[in-house]
């Protein structure tokens, strides 16, 4: 017990937090059973540590564990818990939870047997925790970590503290929102840099980002698909086709025929790997309004757009960009289906928006929004792109 106080004590002490993520607020922490999902490379070790550390420092009321150390081989998770509330532990963090089995079935017994604990754990974003997990249903919260808003980018490299604002107030009032940011610091400046690798954290790590992310790609269709899936390791490289054809294309309906083909295997399991690395949050499917999985996608996208620079950098499209920008900025928190009207998009079911560049010459249509690119300040129906990046 003590070898894990040390570690969390230097974890504590020599951690950077680069800036506070909008989930920390978000969070129900009078919970005693949290959960927090996200995909490989956004944050969520840093975020863990950064909880403990505004809320408890070095206080022994609370430890961080990963269950990567090799302790867990030998110890039941449960007996760890339970020695460490008998020395008077409150909050136990632990991180990357997959990694030990029967984790669910455990978890559950703490939660109904230690009343005194609370226990935040980590996971993949594949992992369901509570449809797959019987043991978990009516008492775990579940949260999703994602990687840096183009908010919480400018705030970072430009040392700005800029607020997230809702969907409805973009909507209605983005003249006043774009300049009051503009008072402050002048967004577009940052958003190629942000397209191009600000979504994961790593980017303050002092290696070639594009390295570094095709090796968190590998790692999470390794480990996050294959290990949780139960997925055969004969069978990754047709994954790792499948991802690859997907991301080598602009966005458009997938021909389900052909990539059985291309990766030789049936349109099922084509579409199974697809809804996999759906979930892995390497992909965004579009679909029509009240459509879903295991209906054909209208559009298959990349989940951000760092992910499109570091498969194809040289034929990224600006097109697929912006749209993929826009998808992944609204899908936190809204529900994104194909658009009506010749809209690229349809949000909560009721507002249309085309996606354009400044230069597209725009016929106004009633109920539809633009969202365009290069532009500093909008009018009326035209907002500026960039603006959709403060939504979290």
């Known amino acids: 017990m003590e ?23 978000e969070i129900d922490w009078e919970q005693r059973l949290i959960g927090i999902k996200g995909s490989r490379g956004v944050g969520k070790t840093t975020f863990l540590l950064d909880y403990a550390r505004r809320n408890f420092g070095t206080d022994r009321s609370c430890l961080y564990v990963n269950l990567n150390n090799f302790y867990f ?7 760890f818990a339970d020695k460490f509330r008998m020395n008077g532990g409150k909050t136990l963090l632990i991180d990357q939870i997959f990694k030990y089995p029967n984790w669910s079935k455990e978890l559950r017994y703490c939660y109904d047997n230690f009343k005194d604990l609370k226990i935040v754990f980590t996971g993949s974003s594949i992992m369901r925790l509570k449809e797959e997990n019987p043991d978990l249903a009516g008492c775990v919260d579940s949260y999703i970590l994602r990687g840096f808003s183009l908010r919480e980018f400018i705030n970072l490299t430009a040392g700005t503290d800029l607020k997230h604002y809702k969907l409805d107030d973009i909507l209605k009032n983005h003249k006043q929102i774009v300049n009051d940011i503009l008072k402050v610091v002048k967004p577009f400046t940052y958003f190629q840099d942000y397209l191009h690798h600000g979504y994961y954290p ?15 790609i590998n790692i999470t269709l390794e480990i996050d698909i294959l290990l949780l899936k139960q997925i055969e390791l004969s069978y990754l490289p047709k994954i790792r086709k499948l991802l690859y054809l997907l991301a080598s294309n602009e966005p ?4 389900i025929s052909q990539l059985s083909l291309d990766i030789q295997t049936s349109r099922a399991t084509v579409m199974n790997y697809i809804k996999y690395l759906k979930d892995a949050r390497m992909l965004n499917i579009l679909y029509p309004k009240d459509e879903n999985f295991p209906k054909k996608p209208s559009k298959v ?16 499209s600006e097109q697929a960009v912006r749209e993929t920008f826009f998808y992944n900025s609204l899908i936190r928190d809204h529900k994104v289906n194909k658009g009506e ?13 085309c996606i354009v560049n400044k230069d597209h010459k725009i016929k106004r249509k009633d109920g ?25």
Do not use: C
């Open 3 to 25: 070898a894990f106080f040390r570690t969390h004590k230097y974890l504590i002490e020599h951690m950077e937090v680069p800036v506070r993520r909008l989930l920390m607020d």
């Open 73 to 79: 081989t030998g110890q039941t998770l449960v007996n």
């Open 202 to 216: 790593f980017f303050l790590e002092k290696k070639n980002y594009s390295e570094n992310l095709l090796k968190t």
């Open 252 to 255: 458009a309906a997938p021909n």
């Open 301 to 316: 996208y990349l989940q951000n757009t760092n992910l499109m620079y570091a498969f194809w950098p040289a034929l990224v």
């Open 341 to 353: 009207k010749n809209a690229q998009f349809l949000i909560d079911g009721e507002h249309n928006f």
């Open 368 to 392: 539809t929004y633009f969202a365009v690119d290069a532009l500093d300040k909008g009018d009326e129906d035209k907002i500026p792109l960039w603006l959709f990046g403060f939504l979290y």
